[in-house]
């Protein structure tokens, strides 16, 4: 879940000014992929993150260019219809 927190961390720094109390982040539908071997006991967590913005009267375009630009630096391999809103 760092990744979840650091998205929290871009936004709230960005300059378009979101307060800590109007910023709700959460994950669910998550789940563990194994891969457990002989010599391999690796797991990855999958799940979705949820982001929910209130009291913002901001343009949506600026909200949207700094999940694009997080995700670009932090899950380079995203796939392009990863953003749901």
Same mark, same amino acid.
């Given at each position: 879940?760092?990744?979840?927190?650091?998205?929290?961390?871009?936004?709230?720094?960005?300059?378009?000014?979101l307060q800590e109390d109007?910023?709700?982040?959460?994950?669910?539908?998550?789940?563990?992929?194994?891969?457990?071997?002989e010599n391999n006991q690796?797991?990855? *967590?999958?799940?979705?993150?949820?982001?929910?913005?209130?009291? #913002?009267?901001? %343009? @949506?375009?600026?909200?949207?260019?700094? *999940?694009?630009?997080?995700?670009?630096?932090?899950?380079?391999? #995203?796939?392009? %219809? @990863?953003?749901?809103?």
């Open positions: 879940m760092k990744k979840l927190e650091s998205l929290r961390e871009h936004l709230l720094s960005s300059p378009i000014g109007d910023l709700l982040t959460f994950s669910e539908q998550g789940k563990v992929i194994s891969f457990q071997g690796h797991f990855e *967590l999958r799940y979705s993150a949820n982001i929910i913005i209130t009291d #913002y009267s901001g %343009d @949506a375009d600026q909200v949207a260019y700094l *999940l694009l630009q997080w995700l670009k630096q932090n899950q380079p391999y #995203y796939k392009e %219809d @990863a953003i749901e809103f």
